[in-house]
């Protein structure tokens, strides 16, 4: 773990690529689960609002499917309107969706950086963008990660024993993942379709150091109906923190 130095992006020097064009099955819900509700607006609102509302950042680029673009130039219009959110037709895959974002940013030389953020993270804090911004500032990828709270074990179920496994090197990746465009750009022309669960194992992958930067455990990301209530309770609790 590494404590990030006090240097920041210049003002409207970041991107961020909010990847929304999954179909989150696991969610249940006939529609995109990121038109679900949370405080009154949609999740992907929160989403896009936090990182909107950083100076730092210049562009907000959602990237959605074909199915959903409809959705979100009728029915949402003043939400996208009003944060100045930018929609992008994403691909099959998440990596599809995050490559057609950067597409889209091509020949602006104001964007610096890119933030990569799951648009099912409703709740992350300003306090975490201001320490994952600082940190890519220093070795050009940065991501937020929560260490592992439990006991870990390694094993198959109804197949043998397990072993205990020391966690306290694990973490676990958060968003965003914030990336020096150039170094994420040469991350995704050598992808070639290779299986990533992230983009920072895309970076990895090329031998650069991915820093970790300590977040939020509340930076929680919207899997299941019942993550929603679990939900309220944190923004509310959030809220009053701001008081």
């Known amino acids: 773990m590494q404590v990030p130095d006090q240097a920041f992006p210049a003002p409207g020097s970041i991107a961020a690529i909010l990847p929304a064009a999954g179909s989150g099955q696991r969610f249940g819900a006939a529609s995109n689960k990121l038109f679900a509700e949370l405080a009154g607006k949609p999740l992907w609102f929160h989403a896009a609002s936090r990182l909107a509302n950083s100076e730092a950042v210049g562009r907000v680029v959602l990237v959605v499917s074909q199915v959903d673009q409809d959705v979100f130039r009728s029915s949402y219009a003043a939400m996208v309107e009003q944060l100045g959110v930018e929609l992008v037709l994403g691909g099959s895959e998440r990596t599809d969706s995050v ?37 890519v500032q220093r070795t050009g990828a940065a991501i937020l990660a929560t260490p592992v709270p439990g006991t870990v074990k390694r094993g198959k179920l ?27 750009k040469q991350a995704y022309d050598k992808h070639n379709g290779r299986p990533a669960t992230d983009d920072a194992q895309l970076v990895e992958r090329m031998g650069h150091e991915v820093t970790l930067v300590q977040g939020s455990a509340d930076n929680l990301k919207i899997t299941y109906p019942e993550d929603l209530s679990v939900a309220e309770a944190i923004l509310a609790t959030q809220i009053q923190q701001s008081k």
């Not at 099912?120 to 201001?130: C, E, G, V």
């Not at 109804?158 to 465009?181: K, M, Y």
């Open 158 to 184: 109804d197949h043998g024993g397990s072993r205990t496994v020391d966690r306290r090197e694990l973490w676990l990746a958060l968003t965003p993942q914030v990336f020096r465009i150039g170094l994420l």
């Open 99 to 135: 490559q057609a974002g950067l597409e889209h940013l091509a020949g602006d030389a104001t964007v610096q950086w890119v933030a990569i953020h799951d648009a099912a993270r409703p709740l992350i804090r300003a306090s975490d963008m201001t320490a994952v911004f600082s940190a």
